[in-house]
């Protein structure tokens, strides 16, 4: 891929670029084939990419629990039973940690946020050049295999988590005490502009935090993979210069992937454990 690029400017935005359905200039539905023309879709342009790796690593999370639930066994487990038992183990712990309600939800919940946010940044780890050059021999301009890296897909959990914050709120205090947090607290009933505006901004705030805090380190992850791949393009011309510019690419690779799965597993612990502490927060009385 790299060797076809101009320069490495291009390289960079083509990596960068999702596979985008919408509403193409010439007033036809189509997939864009450039960046200005993914742009010029507007709102209502779907990144095929993203959604389609996001079910599939969804449905891919959910067949593994599945099949080693319908293959219990009492006697000596397997390697996966003793991974999903772990697994299970550690979740609840953290959820037990973070919150102090009773919500039969919550704990599947975190189950689910945390795998399918990690199974979603692991796609990181894959070689950055691999999937866009066999999706190119498809026909495929654009692909990109992590969907975290798309703030679409990240404001789009965070969006439903925040959902579910807002209705635990009415649902454990009712509107009125949902409403009387945002506006009596903590300046009393005469500081009730003031309150509402630090409340409301501190609500919003919830969302907007989750899904920026992913994105912006999968996308930095992201972008670092790339401009480590730009120095494989060295290998094309033969000097000491280049084979020593290329050995380091391979040295850097190794040493990022490495440090990049603590990033990986980091995000979605902690994608998992803010969704539950702002649960937690819904079901209080007063935070």
Same mark, same amino acid.
């Given at each position: 891929? @790299?060797?076809?690029?101009?320069? *490495?400017?291009?390289?960079? /935005?083509?990596?960068?670029?999702?596979?985008?359905? !919408?509403h193409?200039?010439d007033g036809?539905?189509?997939?864009?084939h450039?960046?200005?023309? $993914?742009?010029?879709? #507007? =709102?209502?342009?779907?990144?095929?990419?993203?959604?389609?790796?996001?079910?599939?690593?969804?449905?891919?999370?959910?067949?593994?629990?599945? *099949?080693? $639930?319908?293959?219990v066994?009492?006697?000596?487990?397997?390697?996966?039973?003793?991974?999903c038992?772990?697994?299970?183990? =550690?979740?609840?712990? *953290?959820?037990?940690?973070?919150f102090?309600? /009773?919500?039969?939800?919550?704990?599947?919940?975190?189950?689910?946020?945390?795998?399918?946010?990690? *199974?979603?940044?692991?796609?990181?780890?894959?070689?950055?050049?691999?999937?866009?050059?066999?999706?190119?021999?498809?026909?495929?301009?654009?692909? /990109?295999?992590?969907? @975290?890296?798309?703030?679409?897909?990240?404001?789009?959990?965070?969006?439903?988590?925040?959902?579910?914050?807002?209705?635990? @709120?009415?649902?454990? /205090?009712?509107?009125? !005490?949902?409403?009387g947090?945002?506006?009596?607290?903590?300046f !009393?009933?005469?500081?009730?502009?003031?309150?509402?505006?630090?409340?409301?901004?501190?609500?919003i705030?919830?969302?907007? @935090?989750?899904?920026?805090?992913? =994105?912006?380190?999968?996308?930095?992850?992201?972008?670092?993979?790339?401009?480590?791949a730009?120095?494989?393009? $060295?290998?094309? #011309?033969?000097?000491?210069?280049?084979?020593?510019?290329?050995?380091?690419?391979?040295?850097?690779?190794? !040493?990022?992937?490495? =440090?990049?799965?603590?990033?990986?597993?980091?995000?979605?612990?902690?994608?998992?454990?803010?969704?539950?502490?702002?649960l937690?927060? $819904?079901?209080?009385?007063?935070?």
């Amino acid at each position: 891929m @790299s060797s076809e690029a101009h320069t *490495s400017a291009e390289y960079i /935005k083509h990596h960068l670029q999702n596979l985008t359905y !919408g509403h193409l200039p010439d007033g036809t539905w189509g997939i864009a084939h450039s960046a200005e023309e $993914a742009k010029a879709m #507007g =709102f209502w342009a779907l990144n095929l990419d993203t959604f389609i790796m996001s079910l599939l690593l969804g449905a891919a999370f959910m067949f593994m629990f599945r *099949s080693v $639930a319908k293959s219990v066994v009492s006697g000596t487990p397997g390697g996966m039973q003793n991974f999903c038992e772990w697994a299970l183990e =550690f979740i609840d712990t *953290s959820v037990r940690g973070s919150f102090s309600g /009773k919500n039969p939800m919550v704990g599947p919940l975190a189950l689910t946020i945390f795998f399918w946010v990690f *199974s979603m940044n692991l796609m990181d780890l894959l070689p950055i050049d691999y999937v866009p050059l066999l999706m190119k021999a498809l026909g495929v301009p654009f692909f /990109k295999v992590v969907p @975290s890296t798309d703030p679409n897909a990240t404001f789009g959990m965070a969006i439903g988590v925040f959902v579910l914050v807002v209705y635990y @709120s009415i649902k454990m /205090k009712g509107l009125g !005490g949902f409403v009387g947090e945002l506006t009596l607290q903590p300046f !009393g009933k005469w500081g009730m502009p003031v309150n509402l505006l630090l409340e409301g901004v501190n609500l919003i705030a919830k969302p907007i @935090s989750l899904a920026l805090r992913l =994105f912006g380190n999968m996308y930095a992850g992201e972008m670092i993979f790339i401009l480590i791949a730009l120095m494989g393009g $060295a290998w094309a #011309g033969m000097s000491v210069g280049n084979a020593t510019l290329y050995g380091s690419q391979i040295l850097l690779s190794l !040493g990022w992937a490495i =440090f990049h799965i603590l990033i990986v597993t980091l995000q979605a612990f902690i994608f998992m454990t803010l969704t539950v502490v702002y649960l937690d927060m $819904a079901h209080q009385e007063h935070h």
